[in-house]
């Protein structure tokens, strides 16, 4: 019986001057855009932990939200009571997919035999929802992070049992993933990091995420999953140093390890804007590297210097991404994961969909000013001018194979080459991005 969001009905489009709250104003999921539907072009996912599994705990303050599954009951009860609201909230807000970590969906046991036990039951129940169900699974991953094993880290612990512990929750959390038809499966560092250099052997720990990440890859092809594999940057918390900073040391480690033809990023808005980067910086970085797998979309706060995980809520953040990633052909397979959370004094059932409705319509809204940004090429056109002169002359002679330092000195010398500085023009290009916000 799911009866949490009994008050709420679907939510459907009613357009920007509706004044129900529990409408959407801009997300008309049929909607053609950039010659794909809103659905198609967004492929939004609900996640499970912040929406159903964090309590409003903060490091001050206890449990907030006090859901019914979240009462002390028997654990696996409390699972399937928290499955059946998570599904009648999926088919209510109608995100395309749902994410989930392991430890999300099912309760630990007393040794790994009963953890995986009460896994598998929660899995098959969630088979079987699926079945009725339009929801997709737009990723699964395992949580490695959370209990105190991990607490020096996973496939970068000192303690080998650690590894072979991760080792294990991630093969059956991708067996899961497939069996679920699962787009994509991630992996975040969590504690993969340290927090002092007077107890950690660097070199060594990074040779150890190599070797995990070779057994995952490997693991891929042996059960035929022909999703994307993910790995998500953050550059601190919980750890100080943490291996996966950005997108640009993700990727120097995966061409270390010979891996970046097999992995790809899943990029979080409020990483990074915490590795001091923009979240439109970080995807064209991974874009530029045919790295771009998929996101998490959240925000941060400027006043506040960790990770608050805020719903999106303005155009303004949303469209340099967007405009990136939707002229490059759009997300693929990865998807618009809403990893992020209400804040804790937001205790009522309806808060869960304002907060839905809210990233859902300002991604939609992004969305169509974008369409009018890639249709009117201003900004492409600039761009594709500035660098113009690398597709004459000059520009083919440095690339020519017979060309060498020396040659193009001798060129400077004879052609007198005096470039002259050429306006970036920022301003200007500014006011023309202000005309679509
Ligand atoms: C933590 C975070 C994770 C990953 C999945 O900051 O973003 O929820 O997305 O483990
Ligand atoms: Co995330």
């Not at 932990?49 to 654990?75: I, N, Q, V």
């Not at 009963?114 to 079987?128: A, H, V």
Request: glycine share 8%.
């Amino acid at each position: 019986m799911s009866d949490y969001f009994k008050n709420i009905n679907e939510i459907i489009y009613e357009g920007p001057d509706s004044d129900n709250p529990l409408s959407f104003k801009y997300y008309d999921e049929n909607r053609q855009v950039l010659g794909k539907t809103m659905k198609e072009n967004l492929r939004f996912a609900t996640c499970y932990w912040h929406t159903f599994t964090w309590p409003g705990l903060d490091p001050f303050g206890g449990a907030t939200f006090e859901r019914p599954w979240m009462s002390s009951g028997d654990p696996l009860k409390m699972a399937e009571m928290k499955l059946d609201e998570a599904f009648d909230f999926f088919n209510k807000i109608k995100t395309s997919f749902f994410c989930f970590h392991d430890r999300d969906i099912s309760p630990e046991g007393s040794n790994y035999k009963e953890t995986q036990k009460n896994f598998l039951y929660i899995i098959d129940l969630i088979q079987s929802k699926m079945e009725t169900s339009k929801v997709k699974l737009l990723w699964g991953t395992a949580n490695a992070f959370s209990h105190k094993r991990y607490m020096s880290g996973a496939s970068t612990n000192p303690d080998p049992e650690v590894f072979a512990y991760k080792a294990a929750q991630v093969k059956d959390c991708m067996d899961a993933t497939k069996r679920l038809g699962g787009s994509n499966y991630v992996l975040w560092g969590g504690r993969e990091g340290y927090e002092t250099i007077l107890n950690t052997n660097m070199g060594l720990e990074i040779d150890n995420l190599k070797r995990f990440l070779e057994l995952v890859v490997d693991y891929k092809y042996k059960i035929g999953f022909d999703g994307q594999i993910l790995l998500e940057p953050k550059p601190h918390e919980p750890t100080k140093h943490q291996y996966d900073f950005d997108s640009a040391s993700c990727l120097a480690f995966l061409r270390k390890a010979g891996l970046e033809n097999e992995i790809k990023l899943n990029i979080e808005a409020n990483h990074a804007t915490l590795s001091g980067h923009s979240f439109e910086h970080e995807i064209v970085y991974a874009i530029a590297n045919n790295a771009l797998g998929s996101l998490d979309i959240n925000r941060g706060d400027t006043l506040l210097g960790w990770d608050t995980d805020q719903f999106p809520n303005s155009v303004l953040e949303l469209i340099l991404p967007f405009y990136h990633i939707f002229s490059n052909g759009g997300i693929g397979k990865g998807g618009l994961n809403f990893d992020a959370k209400i804040r804790r004094q937001s205790i009522d059932p309806e808060d869960l969909f304002y907060a839905h409705i809210g990233g859902m319509d300002i991604c939609a809204k992004t969305l169509l000013a974008v369409e009018k940004m890639i249709n009117d090429k201003k900004l492409s056109d600039y761009v594709t001018k500035r660098y113009e002169d690398w597709q004459k002359d000059l520009g083919n002679y440095i690339y020519n194979k017979g060309t060498t330092l020396e040659s193009i000195h001798q060129k400077v010398l004879d052609e007198n080459i005096e470039p002259k500085p050429r306006s970036g023009n920022q301003e200007y290009l500014e006011n023309i991005l202000n005309k679509y916000l």
